[in-house]
T-cell receptor, first 115, second 112 residues
Framework: GAGVSQSPSNKVTEKGKDVELRCDPISGHTALYWYRQRLGQGLEFLIYFQGNSAPDKSGLPSDRFSAERTGESVSTLTIQRTQQEDSAVYLC?????????????FGAGSRLTVL | GEDVEQSLFLSVREGDSSVINCTYTDSSSTYLYWYKQEPGAGLQLLTYIFSNMDMKQDQRLTVLLNKKDKHLSLRIADTQTGDSAIYFCAGALDTGRRALTFGSGTRLQVQP
């Protein structure tokens, strides 16, 4: 597609439930990133995929968080046993980065509210 | 402390210049970036600067980089109400992580 697409745009769930957030990157972009943005705060890095390399999971806040990416296409971020502190906007970005500036293109985000 | 720091809020009058500042810690980033986030939207790249440059100008935007002081700034000339948004600086900091590290964002409010 023309841009990075995320779904759902809004998700309300009850504490303890599992949620899945989906990201469709720009076709051909080898790198894919997940960030979390809590209300009124900056972006918190979660995980980074680059081609077939092992993902950089150093930003995942707990073992309740996991992400997968199929080849160089769709990625799914899964949060198990959601907690209220997981409420945030989850932003996905992709880039075509081989050399030069690494320009990230962001999706509009998935707003997660945990009641 | 924070890897990338920004002031939280800036208010200017329409037509004035806005200067948004950013300081960062040790950086191996070859490029430094400015992103803009409008309400309810994702981040949009505004501009970036190569680390061996001191200044880059792009229409109403001027980026200044002081590598010695690890200070980056974004100047918006003739600020318009449509420039009201949150502005983030970002770079690939020396944390062993290839993804970009973002500052906490500066909310720019432009008053008519």
């Amino acid at each position: 597609g023309a841009g990075v697409s995320q779904s759902p745009s809004n998700k309300v769930t009850e504490k303890g439930k599992d949620v899945e957030l989906r990201c469709d990157p720009i076709s051909g972009h080898t790198a894919l990133y997940w960030y979390r943005q809590r209300l009124g705060q900056g972006l918190e890095f979660l995980i980074y995929f680059q081609g077939n390399s092992a993902p950089d999971k150093s930003g995942l806040p707990s073992d309740r968080f996991s992400a997968e990416r199929t080849g160089e296409s769709v990625s799914t971020l899964t949060i198990q046993r959601t907690q209220q502190e997981d409420s945030a906007v989850y932003l996905c970005a992709s880039s075509l980065w081989s050399s030069g500036a690494n320009v990230l293109t962001f999706g509009a985000g998935s707003r997660l509210t945990v009641l | 402390g924070e890897d990338v720091e920004q002031s939280l809020f800036l208010s200017v009058r329409e037509g004035d210049s806005s200067v948004i500042n950013c300081t960062y810690t040790d950086s191996s980033s070859t490029y430094l970036y400015w992103y803009k986030q409008e309400p309810g939207a994702g981040l949009q790249l505004l501009t970036y600067i190569f680390s061996n440059m001191d200044m880059k100008q792009d229409q109403r935007l001027t980026v200044l980089l002081n590598k010695k002081d690890k200070h980056l700034s974004l100047r918006i000339a003739d600020t318009q109400t449509g420039d009201s948004a949150i502005y983030f600086c970002a770079g690939a900091l020396d944390t062993g992580r290839r993804a970009l590290t973002f500052g906490s964002g500066t909310r720019l409010q432009v008053q008519p």
